[in-house]
């Protein structure tokens, strides 16, 4: 059996087509994955024995320099179709399947490619917020707010799906020409398809949507990682009592460029030290005393197991990997799906749900006074022996069994 794994955007998009792809190729699949031309995404496929085929620009030089220019989104979401229809087509002749997930543009050349070859595609997302649902509302674009006068959630996700058509509509029909293929009415119906997989943990993540749409949650795909610790990682943690794990994954925290500085305060005023992520914001301690260890990729499931909580942006791989840890966190969300995992994260009882994007000390020691208390330890143990760890292989199977 051939797969084809496609996706555009941060480290959450690729790694769990990793995990994936190496799910996969364990029931004898062969598997390949086109994801953005990054250096730290290669070298993450290369490392379960995937070959990548890399496509578009650098996906961490997009998520840098995108929110400053969102009139250009368009032009961006353009690029990144176009990519899609030069690469995929040669990489996707003669699989099985193709399965797409990642950014809104990219997903709907991926799901227009393998209609052009002629094999069936499946989407998938990674939260369900870009699922339309009667319960909550849809994501909004840059440049185009959600009225706030608009209380009636079916209405947002009408004005959602006008949205979409406006931003990628004519790039992807444009391109759908070139191949001969038929105009597509609406985008997001394109992308989402009559049966979307969730790939989520349906404790952290319980489905709550449209009942029309037939939604296949298979669990979190999560990479396994039997990486040691680095040595001087190790001898840190082991100097003292559990630190505060500060990181905030891909995102370049435009809106809070000081955050470092106040998680990092805010540690020391609890007596506490910190182990700092560097990220894609290139997060760094403050300054040169002993209390603070910087990191840069490391396993996070082994560190986390080690720390006393976890501050983080709230995206879907960290609050997941953070509450199979069993760690309490603080979730301070950028954007996206991010306040969704925050107030998940919250309603849990396994963390707290910071309020906005820029954190400071004041707002911080609130949150860290609510989670290092034995209670909310407690709960994130007890919340930790009820999230599956065997998505991956539910999706694999399932791939395998249906277009095997």
């Known amino acids: 059996m051939r797969v084809v794994l496609s996706t555009y955007g941060s480290r959450g998009d690729v790694q769990p087509m990793a995990a994936l792809a190496l799910a996969l190729r364990e029931l004898g699949a062969q598997v390949r994955v086109c994801a953005p031309a990054d250096e730290e995404f290669a070298q993450l496929l290369a490392g379960v024995g995937v070959p990548m085929v890399p496509f578009g620009p650098s996906a961490r030089v997009l998520t840098r320099t995108a929110p400053r220019s969102p009139e250009g989104l368009p032009q961006r ?18 699989a099985d399947v193709l399965v797409a997930t990642g950014m809104t543009p990219a997903a709907a050349g991926a799901r227009s490619v393998a209609e052009k070859v002629g094999i069936p595609s499946v989407s998938v997302t990674f939260q369900q917020v870009t699922l339309p649902s009667p319960v909550r509302p849809p994501l909004a674009y840059p440049g185009r707010p959600l009225p706030p006068e608009v209380t009636d959630n079916r209405v947002l996700w009408d004005l959602d799906a006008r949205n979409v058509d406006a931003l990628f509509g004519e790039a992807l029909n444009t391109n759908r020409a070139a191949l001969g293929l038929p105009p597509v009415d609406h985008v997001r119906d394109h992308v989402v398809g009559d049966r979307p997989w969730l790939a989520t ?35 840190f943690l082991d100097a003292g009592e559990p630190p505060v794990y500060v990181g905030f994954g891909s995102m370049p925290l435009h809106a809070s460029p000081d955050a470092a500085e106040a998680v990092v305060e805010a540690v020391r005023a609890q007596g506490r030290r910190a182990v700092v992520a560097r990220g894609w914001a290139d997060l760094a301690p403050i300054d040169d005393l002993a209390d603070c260890f910087a990191v840069g990729e490391v396993n996070q499931r082994a560190l986390f197991g080690r720390v006393a909580a976890v501050v983080h942006h709230g995206g879907a791989g960290t609050t997941t990997t953070a509450a199979r840890a069993g760690v309490p966190q603080v979730v301070v969300p950028q954007l996206a799906d991010q306040p969704y995992w925050a107030s998940r994260v919250a309603e849990l009882g396994i963390g707290v749900a910071h309020d906005g994007p820029v954190p400071s000390v004041e707002s911080l020691s609130v949150a860290f006074k609510a989670v290092l208390n034995p209670e909310v330890r407690a709960r994130a ?7 599956r760890a065997d998505g991956a292989e539910v999706a694999a199977k399932l791939l395998t069994d249906t277009f095997g």
Request: glycine share 10%; proline share 12%; net charge negative.
């Open 381 to 387: 143990a007890a919340v930790a022996g009820t999230v």
């Open 77 to 94: 979401a353009a690029a990144l179709i176009a990519g899609q229809f030069e690469v995929l087509p040669a990489v996707a002749e003669g």
């Open 201 to 235: 943990d349906p404790v952290l993540d319980p489905w709550q949507g449209e009942p029309d749409l037939d939604v296949v949650q298979t669990g979190a795909w999560l990479l396994p990682d039997e990486r040691p610790l680095p040595a001087g990682l190790s001898a």
